[in-house]
């Protein structure tokens, strides 16, 4: 099938027709960017700008090495697969090489479910079972990277949701929301696998709170992984840009992600289209801010830097207490001088923290989506943090 699309390209690219009419014949099934270059080349070009690797203050797309910026993850993500390699976040046109280069064990294929559109096909083919299946295996099959067909099927131009996982938690909800929040919301959330089926879920049966998915997971005893030294069973976030934007200022002013992500800007021709270039809106700002906010731009830059200063160092703050609370509770443990029954009671203070101030940490705004609710959540880490060290000091 590739090779025939290969060839399609090729007779296309020397017959030299400009292809407004003349598209080869769709692939079947998940159909390759390369194959919209002609027909819509703004947006295909932009979305090759996605390989792009360029910094800003917080965030941008170079891959840091969190563990050495933050030494506190090993202590924090102990006994997980974090601990041994974590990386930055990078643009769409990388997802399946990292997600398939990363030292981190993976639990079946379930993890391509937001690595590569190929999923689609994976999933028509094999159904539920697909993810419990071999992820090397399942992963040496896909080619293509986060693509148009993720968003799009093979009708480039309005937005679709492609992934079952969230079709059924939005069942559990009555909030209706833009599909601009939607078409990110397919990957950018908290998820866990199910423990039996691998299957991608959404913890919103009590919506998308930290407290409604804590409860959520509390629930059902789930728990990710338990820390080698404190024996708490802790849970892990992912990436919950989608839960953290909502009910933002921004949110309650109507904008959704791709007001900011995806702002209109012109072609050479002066026609508008939505930029596809999927990273940091501070390197678009007068595209994608300066429509709203007047002024200098670089006032607007430096006021979003001091939101997410005010962030990163009080989440920096909270992990060293969270590392304090592991360090004590540790020693407790290797003592033998307590019952399970308080140190329980130390480790769901432990869980609490832990799960809060990660939710802070792995959402890649540094804060700035939505800046009161970050601050509100590290303020409960820490709160969580404290009674667990006060009720280990007060036994002593
Ligand atoms: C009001 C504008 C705005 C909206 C709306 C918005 N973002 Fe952002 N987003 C930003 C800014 C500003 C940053 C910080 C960029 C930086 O630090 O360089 C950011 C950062 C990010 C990042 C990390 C990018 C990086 O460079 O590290 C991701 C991923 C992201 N947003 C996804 C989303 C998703 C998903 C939504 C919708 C649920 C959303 N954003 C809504 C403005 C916005
Ligand atoms: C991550 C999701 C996503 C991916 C991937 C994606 N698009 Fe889009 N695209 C959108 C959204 C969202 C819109 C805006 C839809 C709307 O306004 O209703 C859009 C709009 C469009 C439009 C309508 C015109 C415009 O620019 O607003 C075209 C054409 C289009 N996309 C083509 C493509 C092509 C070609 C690719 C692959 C190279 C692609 N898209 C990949 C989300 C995506
Ligand atoms: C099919 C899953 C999927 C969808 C849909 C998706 N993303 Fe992503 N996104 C990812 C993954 C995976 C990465 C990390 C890729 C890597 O590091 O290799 C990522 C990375 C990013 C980044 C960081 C890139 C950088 O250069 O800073 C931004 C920003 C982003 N996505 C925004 C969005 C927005 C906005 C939408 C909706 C229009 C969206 N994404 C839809 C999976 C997705
Ligand atoms: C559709 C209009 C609109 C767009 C686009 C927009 N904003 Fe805003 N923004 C607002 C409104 C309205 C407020 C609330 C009033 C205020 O504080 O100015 C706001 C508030 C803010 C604030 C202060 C409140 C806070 O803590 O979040 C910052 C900082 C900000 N915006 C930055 C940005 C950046 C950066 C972008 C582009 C990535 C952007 N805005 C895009 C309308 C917009």
Known sequence: ???????LVVVLFFTGCSSQNTLPEMPQGVVPAEYWADKYPDQYNTYLKNAEMEATTFGGSIPVDYLEKYPDLKVLYAGMGFSKDYLKARGHVYSLEDAINTARPKPGASCLTCKTADYLDMVNEY?????????????AKAVNPISCYDCHLSTPGEAVITRNHLKEALELLDTQFKMGDLTCAQCHVEYYLDPVTKEVVLPWEYGITVDGMEKYFDERGYYDWIHPTTGTPLLKVQHPEFETYYGSVHSKFGLSCIDCHMPKVENDD???FRSHHWTSPLKYIEASCMGCHTG?????????????LGVYTKTNEVSALIVQLIQELTEAVESGKYSEEFLNEVRSYHRKAQWRWDFVFVENSTGFHNSKLAHETLDAARYYAEKGLELLRNQR
């Open 296 to 308: 200098d731009a670089e006032d607007l830059i430096a006021r979003v830097e001091e939101i997410q």
């Open 127 to 139: 159904g539920k079972d697909f993810y419990a299946m071999d992820f090397t295996e399942m992963a």
């Open 1 to 7: 099938m590739k090779s025939i699309f290969f060839i």
């Open 270 to 272: 002066g026609d508008l």
